[in-house]
Nanobody, 114 residues
Framework: QVQLVESGGGLVQPGGSLRLSCVAS????????MGWYRQAPGQQREMVAR???????VYSDSVKGRFTISRDNDKNTVYLQMSSLRPTDTALYYC????????WGKGTLVTVSS
């Protein structure tokens, strides 16, 4: 059974940076894609960034140029480097892995506030 554990969230001032990490374990015996999603209070969950097995990445327009997704296949880990953070980036950030179905982490909270 695939398990995902996120870390790296916290409180940061506008304009600051954070790096999120997500470690995957269990049942990873083939190719899979990973990604980050977020959900702000009262809003639907939205895709932030995804990365494929060849490290091909896609981003939402709202984070393009500010966030960078990367992965370390040896460590089964995906990262999200977030820069120039805005209060509107405040949300619970979820790690996602897709291999035949979606798997989700429990989320890590990012709060951007002065």
């Amino acid at each position: 059974q695939v398990q995902l554990v996120e870390s790296g969230g916290g409180l940061v001032q506008p304009g600051g940076s954070l790096r999120l990490s997500c470690v995957a374990s269990g049942g990873l015996d083939g190719p899979y894609s990973m990604g980050w999603y977020r959900q702000a209070p009262g809003q639907q969950r939205e895709m932030v960034a995804r990365i494929g097995t060849s490290s091909n990445a896609v981003y939402s327009d709202s984070v393009k140029g500010r966030f960078t997704i990367s992965r370390d296949n040896d460590k089964n880990t995906v990262y999200l480097q977030m820069s120039s953070l805005r209060p509107t980036d405040t949300a619970l950030y979820y790690c996602n892995l897709f291999r035949f179905r979606d798997y989700w982490g429990k989320g890590t909270l990012v709060t951007v506030s002065s």
